[in-house]
């Protein structure tokens, strides 16, 4: 087995657990290859869909299709969105906007996590400096008291033998 094929079946792995520890709130629609190089990822938080006049409509449903390509892990993934999304980080034909710094190190599931974030418009992902959507831009700069629009953390189940416990015999 290759280095890339072990990346992706590594990556597989550890999305499937996301997905499954996620409450419902991430889904694997489709995948392709063996082992799979692109998937359709199905996010179900608060995303901004478009705009009415200055208001948002709001969307709790955004499908994201990922495409590991044959340099990846070395090469940055491309991602779009199949479903409308109004967001200055990703482009008018859905294109989403990673950046353009990719590193080895950043695994799938963080990226699947990445565009989580994106939907949600969380401060520390979303980037004004370098827009894909400058009209998306020039609305979240004015609105920036609106975001995060969700906090969804993909994350919902807890497994409590994982959870560090600091209690003393004092706490009670």
Same mark, same amino acid.
């Given at each position: 087995?290759?280095?890339? !094929? ?35 990822? #199905? ?5 901004? &869909?478009?705009?009415?006049?200055? !208001? ?5 449903? /955004?499908?994201? !299709? ?20 109004? /967001? ?12 353009? #710094?990719?590193?080895?190190? #950043?695994?799938? =599931? ?15 992902? =979303? ?7 400058? =009209?998306?831009? =020039? ?21 409590? !033998? &994982? ?10």
């Amino acid at each position: 087995m290759s280095v890339r !094929e072990k990346r992706l079946q590594n990556d597989f792995q550890a999305l499937s657990k996301m997905v499954s520890d996620s409450g419902s709130t991430l889904a694997i629609i489709s995948k392709s290859g063996n082992p799979p190089y692109q998937y359709v990822i #199905e996010y179900r938080c608060r995303g901004i &869909e478009r705009l009415q006049g200055n !208001e948002p409509v709001f969307r709790d449903n /955004h499908r994201v !299709e990922i495409t590991l390509g044959s340099n990846y892990p070395k090469g940055k993934p491309d991602a779009k969105f199949l479903t409308p999304i109004f /967001h200055p980080n990703v482009y008018q034909n859905l294109n989403i906007c990673l950046g353009s #710094e990719w590193t080895m190190a #950043e695994t799938l =599931t963080e990226l699947v996590l990445r565009i989580g974030k994106i939907i949600q418009y969380a401060s520390d992902i =979303t980037n004004l400096n370098s827009p894909a959507n400058s =009209t998306a831009k =020039t609305w979240a700069s004015n609105n920036m008291r609106r975001f995060p629009i969700d906090t969804q953390t993909f994350k919902s189940r807890i497994v409590w !033998e &994982e959870l560090p416990v600091n209690i003393s015999f004092q706490d009670f």
